[in-house]
């Protein structure tokens, strides 16, 4: 009887479970949260600033249309990567992230053959805020980008000395999330200033 009775009224109770997020995940998150604000605001300023005249329309440079597939080839070439590492093919993941690497850099040199080419329609970084405003937008991507390439390249190091595996992908998942948002980014973008020239 005593026993069944202790056994009733023994109160358990079990420790809540924490809501828990690698530390480097979280600080990328809160970072990627900070740009898209960034973006937010110079994307509403420019709508702001378009509607209080003295505008210049222009047409957006071809190879901006080329760098979007670019950039949307590379995202799928940075998933593939994920998905080996979580495979453990390690030889694919070093060739996926390569290509998405050399893909990354084509993106810039297209943007940068971009800009070249709106200068030679003379639309410039001075003058009008419609110029002004393209190359402070594509050039923040740009800087955004090189540290993704950067981080990239941390990974294919990684890679090489067998630290990206299915049992450690967190530092390849933080790079395919924080490429995938700049791919997507850029998307956004591009169809902005296509519908608001």
């Known amino acids: 009887m005593e026993k069944s009775v202790s056994a009733e009224f023994r109160i358990v109770e079990e420790p809540k479970k924490t809501l828990a997020m690698n530390p480097k995940k979280f600080a990328m998150w809160l970072f990627i949260g900070s740009v898209v604000m960034l973006f937010a605001a110079l994307t509403s300023a420019y709508i702001v600033r378009q509607a209080e005249g003295n505008w210049l329309f ?3 440079p071809g190879l901006f249309t080329a760098s979007t597939i670019v950039i949307l080839l590379s995202s799928v070439a940075m998933q593939w990567a994920f998905w080996s590492a979580k495979k453990d093919n390690l030889e694919m993941v070093k060739i996926m992230v390569t290509i998405t690497s050399v893909l990354g850099l084509a993106f810039l040199v297209l943007q940068f053959e971009g800009w070249k080419e709106l200068v030679a329609n003379q639309v410039y970084l001075v003058g ?3 110029g002004s405003f393209l190359y402070i937008i594509t050039g923040l991507h740009g800087l955004h980008l090189i540290s993704a390439v950067i981080f990239l390249l941390i990974v294919l190091v990684a890679t090489y000395r067998y630290k990206v595996h299915s049992r450690n992908l967190t530092q390849i998942e933080m790079c395919t999330t924080y490429w995938h948002f ?9 169809v902005f200033l296509l519908l608001y020239r």
Not at 182 to 190: E, N, R
Request: glycine share 14%; no cysteine.
């Open 128 to 130: 009008n805020p419609s």
């Open 58 to 60: 222009f047409e957006l």
């Open 182 to 190: 700049l791919g997507g980014l850029w998307l956004y973008l591009f």
